[in-house]
């Protein structure tokens, strides 16, 4: 008596899609061709996803869930500052983003146009504007004198750009164990802190003094 085919999964279209582009180098002319080649049909396709463009952006919302998710295992997360958690995140997203280095660098590369690239990201960009915005707790806006003055949504979309531009660096870092992007993501969090307390300048030096060694040495 045959057996019937195990249903899939979210998961398994998100792996079978990473899959696809990183051995053809190029993404699925469609979800016909797309569910065709690996064994399922549309309709099981659109029971979770409605473009193939909505599974791109999928993809790097699960890197940042993934990532969250990973931060609230750790029992003394919930006890960091606003900083702290910040660099948590960094820290682990980008070992997530390592661990998947060969589809992001593809993915983000595949179209000459990079506008057209970057639309993957918008999901990740709106997550990650609420998760700044969760962590910015009632107590750190208290403590800073001069933070009524700082939008929330501006700060949140700095740290957007922020992530972006560490994104960018990571993607071009040839560093062993990429530790040139660990020193980025210190000195860009420590600036942007120093930033949002007016405080003494030294992060923000040591920042500018690591940016200019990384595009004058390392041409």
Known sequence: MATKNKAITREDIVSKYMDEVLEKEQKPKSVYHFAKENGFTEAEFYAFFGTLEGLEKEIFRLFF?????????NADYQEYDMKNKMLSFYYTFFEILTANRSYVLQS???????LKNLVQLTSLREA?????????????????????????KALQESAWLQLMMTIKFWMEDSSAAFEKTDIFIEKSVNASFELMNVAPMNHLIDFGKFLFKEKIYSK
């Open 108 to 114: 983000l590369k595949i179209d000459r146009n990079p």
């Open 65 to 73: 869930a993934n990532t969250v998710d990973l931060l609230h295992k």
């Open 128 to 152: 990650f504007k609420e998760y700044v915005s969760e962590i910015l707790t009632d107590d750190y806006r208290l403590e800073q004198e001069k933070f009524q003055k700082f939008q929330e």
